[in-house]
């Protein structure tokens, strides 16, 4: 089945430690995206990436960074600098150039700092 | 203008009453109005869309109002049922953008 894999489902971060979130999908789409999401902020995008080996910023790409190396993924790090990193992180994908039409969620990360 | 408004932020509804969530936007170049449906620790499913050429779309118990002048959409979820309980999302993009989402209304329907 087609979807988007993502990994871990809980990841737990000691304060200054960067960790990186896998996010893998094998619907062929060529858009990825990476949102995080706090109570009653709804989705906020952080980064997202049209095309293989290019990526723009989001809302709030302040703390993280991406890699778009294949097409199938796009990895998500949460560096030392990203002050308030506990949230949901949620990746998706789509076919670019349609707006958000075919949007695919995977099932999430929740990162928590300990 | 890239700003999407969602209310109530959260809702209670008995089970078989009739549900709303209101949605407006600033943008006039959006052109897809979709509905996502999320459960407690899971990502952010399709429910179901819009595009502005229609007024009214039903899919079983939903239904999206759109009201193009006033710039505004709705979800109307008939015959609410518990299992209906979840966080809804309103989101709108315009063609090779990506979507913006509303804040979210959690929903609960009581048995």
């Known amino acids: 089945d087609g979807g988007i894999t993502q990994s871990p489902k809980y990841l737990f971060r000691k304060e200054g430690q960067n960790v990186t979130l896998s996010c893998e999908q094998n619907?062929?789409?060529?858009?990825m995206y990476w949102y995080r999401q706090d109570p009653g902020q709804g989705l906020r995008l952080i980064y997202y990436s049209q095309i293989v080996n290019d990526f723009q910023k989001g809302d709030i790409a302040e703390g993280y960074s991406v890699s778009r190396e294949k097409k199938e993924s796009f990895p998500l790090t949460v560096t030392s600098a990203q002050k308030n990193p506990t949230a949901f992180y949620l990746c998706a994908s789509s076919i670019a150039g349609t707006g958000g039409y075919g949007y695919t969620f995977g099932s999430g990360t929740r990162l928590t700092v300990v | 203008q890239q700003q999407v408004k969602q209310s109530p932020q959260s809702l209670i509804v008995q089970k078989g009453g009739i549900s709303i969530i209101n949605c407006a936007y600033e943008?006039?170049?959006?052109?897809?109005f979709p509905w996502y449906q999320q459960f407690p620790g899971k990502g952010p499913a399709l429910l179901i869309a819009i595009r502005p050429d229609v007024s009214e779309k039903k899919e079983g118990r939903f239904t999206i109002s759109f009201n193009k002048s006033a710039k505004q959409f709705s979800l109307h979820i008939m015959d609410s049922q518990p299992g209906d309980s979840a966080t809804y999302f309103c989101a709108a993009s315009s063609s090779a953008r990506q979507l913006t989402f509303g804040s979210g209304t959690q929903l609960t329907v009581l048995p």
């Open positions: 619907l062929n789409h060529d858009a």
């Open positions: 943008n006039t170049a959006f052109d897809y």
